[in-house]
């Protein structure tokens, strides 16, 4: 063994297989199309990891409703795709910050226990999601944000690329995944099948790791 196959192997596998990144999959249920001026009314986050057998795969879940900030935005056709009702009095909507500070807890945590320095949003159309991310970030005043301000991975061209799909329904399909149409467009199950599909994609396009350069140790 040489010393660089030491280096390599005290290198966690999901810090050693993305750069130092940790894939964090997020989906956002939103008032409009613009991350400025429209509310942010659900946020998803999906955590994964690696099995023992070097398998990506969930590892967890949570999602949150969120209350529009003051002066926000909110479109009727917005409301009428997803489905909510923002004002509605048994709708547990948290604070933008408060939803934002509980989803980077654990991402900080995955990221400590996965030896990653920064988090890579996972979205389909990805930078929908992390300009609305971005935005609560601005608005709420929150420092040190552990996710990467402009770099993303994007499904939508990943399943083009891998599964000739790039409409999250037709893409999951192709992979071989269900499908809950009556589900889809609210924020836990949107990010779940985007986390399956991400999943799914980095599963059957394991790199060849002896010719990826380990991490540099600090």
């Known amino acids: 063994m040489t010393a660089s196959d030491n280096i390599e192997s005290a290198t966690p596998l999901m810090a050693n297989r993305f750069r130092g990144f940790l894939p964090v999959v997020i ?15 659900e946020i ?3 955590t994964v990891d690696f099995d023992a057998d070097a398998q990506l795969d ?17 479109e009727p056709a917005s409301l009428e795709v997803n489905g909510i009702d923002p004002h509605h009095p048994l709708r547990p909507a948290l604070p933008e910050h408060e939803a934002l500070a509980r989803i980077f807890k654990v991402v900080r945590q995955t990221m400590k226990e ?35 301000p402009f770099s993303c991975f994007d499904t939508a061209t990943l399943a083009g690329v891998a599964l000739g799909q790039t409409v999250l329904k037709r893409a999951a399909t192709a992979a071989g995944m269900s499908w809950d149409s009556e ?21 059957r396009f394991q790199p060849i790791y002896e010719n990826i350069p380990p991490l540099p140790q600090n």
């Open 27 to 41: 989906d956002v249920e939103t008032g409009g199309f613009n991350s400025a001026t429209d509310a942010l009314l």
């Open 44 to 46: 998803a986050a999906v």
């Open 58 to 74: 969930i590892r967890e879940s949570m999602a949150y409703h969120v209350a529009p900030f003051e002066g926000a935005n909110i």
């Open 114 to 148: 996965a030896g990653c320095k920064r988090a890579v949003l996972v979205g389909h159309n990805a930078h929908f999601d992390l300009g609305f991310l971005n935005a609560a970030i601005a608005r709420t005043g929150i420092k040190r944000s552990p996710f990467h």
């Open 183 to 203: 589900a889809a467009h609210s924020a836990r199950y949107d990010t779940e099948q985007t986390a399956r599909l991400f999943c799914t994609i980095v599963n």
